[in-house]
C-alpha cells in the first residue's frame, strides 16, 4: 500500500508548511490505521501537475487501483486550484476509486 499527498509547486514561501502538514497528515492516518512498518510506504510528491505524477507513480509501482479523497470544490476556487482528482482520472491507467471528502 502507498500513499501519497501531492504537494504543487510554484509557491515556494508555503512550500514548507504544505510539507509539513503533508507529513503529519501521513503520521496520523498511518497511526489510526494501526499499520505496521512494511506495510505501507509513504512519499511526498512536488511537482506542478499532481494528478500526473500519481498516475504516473501508480503505473510505475504496476497499481492495480488508485483510491484518493475529493475535496468537492466548486466554483471560482476549482478554477483557481484545479481538481487533482480529475487529473488522475484523466491520466491513470488503472481503474481510479475517488472518495468525496
Not at 497528515?25 to 510506504?41: D, E, I, N, S, T
Not at 500526473?52 to 466554483?75: N, P, Q, V
Not at 486550484?81 to 484523466?90: C, K
Amino acid at each position: 500500500m502507498t500513499f501519497a499527498f501531492p504537494v504543487e509547486v510554484g509557491f515556494s514561501d508555503i512550500f514548507d508548511i504544505l510539507e509539513k502538514d503533508a507529513r503529519e497528515k501521513m503520521r496520523k492516518l498511518v497511526q489510526r490505521k494501526h499499520l505496521k512498518p512494511g506495510q505501507c510506504r509513504s512519499m511526498l510528491i512536488r511537482g506542478v501537475d499532481p494528478g500526473r505524477m500519481i498516475a504516473d507513480l501508480a503505473r510505475r509501482s504496476r497499481a492495480s487501483m488508485i483510491i484518493m479523497g475529493s475535496h468537492g470544490r466548486t466554483g471560482l476556487q476549482r478554477l483557481m486550484l484545479g481538481s487533482i482528482a480529475e487529473r488522475t482520472l484523466r491520466y491513470a491507467k488503472c481503474p481510479v476509486l475517488i472518495v468525496k471528502k
